[in-house]
């Protein structure tokens, strides 16, 4: 079983929906939690970045951490075709990881005009 | 302008050949990773570096190699005892610290003739 598990979609939805992505986890010493943005063929980019559980909202995307169920979700509002990308979720801070992050698969999501 | 650059953006490898590409960043970073995307299966770690002189395997290290000599620079030697190179190469830095997330380059796309 992967220590990281995110749905790879892909995930279709029409403009101005929201997108409900999510990543579920085996290791309870994560603490450090972060969603990349990838475009096709370009490297991730930092989208989102919470530490421990509860909520951090940035415009339009919201992060959300329950340690309690090892569950994450980010959540796109009023979602732009700009806004097709792969979404990797990552975390850190198991006691041997020092800065490696664990990814999930990324899941491809498809905002259709 | 700080960041991540990676190079040659495509490369291509006949049978038998050592290849290597390039990483370099002015972040200042201590820290340096080398990934591998395939379709489907989010980032696996190859190298890493956590000081200059110094690197450790990651999860996928065999039929590569890397080099530290410089905390600038992390190139990565894809050998011919990779039987499956074909894939999307990204290389990260990061401080190294625990709590710190990692910034990627724009990755180099492997292929082989």
């Known amino acids: 079983q992967k220590e990281v598990e995110q749905d790879p979609g892909p995930l279709s939805v029409p403009e101005g929906a929201i997108v409900s992505l999510n990543c579920t986890y085996s290791?309870?010493?994560?603490?450090?939690f972060m969603w990349y943005r990838q475009y096709s063929r370009k490297g991730p980019e930092l989208l989102m970045y919470?530490?421990?559980?509860g909520n951090k909202e940035d415009g339009r995307f919201t992060a959300q951490v329950d340690k309690s169920s090892k569950y994450i979700s980010l959540f796109i509002r009023d979602s732009q075709p700009s806004d097709s990308a792969t979404y990797l979720c990552?975390?850190?801070?198991?006691?041997?990881?020092?800065?490696?992050?664990?990814f999930g698969a990324g899941t491809q999501v498809v905002v259709t005009p | 302008d700080g960041g991540i650059t990676q190079s040659p953006k495509y490369l291509f490898r006949k049978e038998g050949q050592n290849v290597t590409l390039s990483c370099e960043q002015n972040?200042?970073?201590?820290?340096m990773y080398w990934y591998r995307q395939d379709p489907g299966q989010g980032l696996r770690l190859i190298y890493y570096?956590?000081?200059?002189?110094?690197?450790q395997k990651g999860d996928i290290a065999e039929g590569y190699s890397v080099s530290r000599e410089k905390k600038e620079s992390f190139p990565l030697t894809v050998t011919s005892a990779q039987k499956n190179p074909t894939a999307f190469y990204l290389c990260?830095?990061?401080?190294?610290?625990?709590?710190?997330?990692?910034?990627f380059g724009p990755g180099t796309r492997l292929l082989v003739l």
């Open positions: 990260a830095s990061s401080t190294g610290q625990v709590q710190e997330t990692q910034y």
């Open positions: 290791n309870s010493a994560f603490q450090y």
């Open positions: 919470t530490y421990s559980s």
């Open positions: 990552a975390m850190s801070g198991a006691t041997d990881s020092w800065g490696k992050l664990q």
């Open positions: 972040l200042n970073h201590d820290a």
């Open positions: 570096s956590q000081i200059v002189n110094d690197f």
